[in-house]
């Protein structure tokens, strides 16, 4: 199969879709793989190691998109590349669809197959390919928010650890999964009270049992919420419905209830965000501030940290993209059902259900192509 690897070109999206390594396990086996020049330069590899590697480099973009059957990329398509993407091409990324109705519709009208990193899913209903980008999301989200609490930021001006003779700051996690964890982990590790609540009262008890005593657990609840808004300082938004909108946990009127300076730091955003004043901001111009509480959004945060995520993706994705390349999308999707899970948008059809009610699309199972 010939794999096309394109730059990113989503604002300071800096990974990129194989690495070096990736590249020369497709090659020995047959593969052809195109990078564009400079793709994966900000992530630590540069075009020399893609050559040694057994790829061959493109100039440009549309080069790249022109020539590949299969695209690997890290972020969903933006506009400019929405003519790029030919009919039965596969794109095999995250698209995050449920919170683009433009890029749903960009897609449909491409006639591609779309298969998303981010619902792909075993058995035991674990997201393999979501997982090691919620892991570094989850703990970059206590980095950033302790930095945001800083007074000259506009935050409250609190050191998360606190020091002798002066209480830590309160941390309050929405979600126990992946995100929830790993940022529980990380700011328990810098000395902070941390409230972790969930739904789910096997989660709630895993925490409990893996994390020091003071991360603390309760269910999730709006009461539980709108009382506990009103004393951390710190708010990690990480609730999951996979391939689905976020539900809002955090409604506008909840923010009169929080005190000025409190941050939240909602890594739902690429899902729709679970605070309903979140929108999408880059890391170019990352926070915003509505009724005196400061708003991290950012929806691609590992893109701050390229070669750690680039390396985590790639450990990943790779033996799904071998699946690919060796047995075609039809054949593999056929043979792993987890794959097959990440089928979203097929020749013009939404297969997957959640995307048809975002947008009230006729939806078709994915068993009739299959």
């Not at 793709?39 to 440009?60: C, P, R």
């Not at 095999?92 to 749903?104: D, G, I, Q, R, V």
């Not at 919420?225 to 609730?239: A, Q, Y």
Request: glycine letters at 8%.
């Amino acid at each position: 199969m010939i794999i096309g690897v394109p730059k990113e070109i989503k604002n300071n999206e800096n990974r990129v879709g194989l690495t070096p390594g990736g590249v020369f396990e497709l090659t020995k086996r047959g593969h052809t793989v195109y990078v564009q020049k400079t793709a994966g330069e900000h992530s630590g590899f540069t075009d020399t190691i893609y050559e040694e590697a057994g790829a061959a480099i493109l100039d440009t973009i549309e080069e790249v998109y022109a020539i590949a059957e299969m695209i690997v990329k890290v972020k969903e398509p933006i506009e400019p590349e929405y003519d790029l993407v030919k009919e039965n091409q596969i794109v095999f990324t995250y698209f995050h669809f449920a919170s683009s109705e433009a890029l749903t519709q960009a897609m449909l009208k491409s006639k591609s197959v779309c298969i998303a990193y981010e619902t792909v899913e075993e058995p035991d209903r674990s997201l393999p390919l979501l997982t090691p980008m919620s892991e570094v999301a989850g703990r970059m989200a206590i980095q950033q928010g302790a930095r945001y609490l800083e007074k000259p930021v506009k935050g409250r001006g609190v050191l998360l650890g606190g020091v002798p003779g002066v209480t830590p700051g309160k941390v309050l996690v929405l979600g126990a999964g992946v995100v929830g964890i790993q940022a529980a982990k990380m700011a328990a590790g810098l000395g902070a009270h941390v409230t972790i609540l969930d739904i789910s009262m096997k989660r709630l008890r895993y925490v409990n049992d893996i994390m020091p005593p003071h991360v603390v657990t309760e269910f999730s609840n709006e009461f539980n919420i709108r009382r506990h808004i009103k004393t951390h300082d710190l708010i990690i938004g990480g609730v999951l419905i996979p391939g689905a909108k976020a539900p809002k946990l955090i409604t506008r009127d909840m923010l009169n209830d929080m005190r000025p300076g409190t941050v939240i730091v909602d890594v739902a955003v690429d899902q729709g965000g679970c605070v309903e004043t979140s929108r999408p901001t880059t890391h170019e111009d990352p926070v915003f501030i509505i009724d005196d509480v400061v708003h991290y959004c950012v929806a691609n945060m590992p893109g701050a940290v390229p070669y750690t995520s680039t390396v985590a993706l790639t450990n990943v994705t790779l033996s799904y993209v071998l699946k690919l390349a060796e047995k075609g999308w039809e054949k593999a999707c056929q043979d792993h059902l987890d794959l097959q899970k990440g089928l979203s948008i097929i020749k013009g059809e939404v297969v997957y259900e959640e995307i048809s009610e975002a947008f009230d699309l006729p939806f078709k199972p994915v068993a009739e192509f299959l």
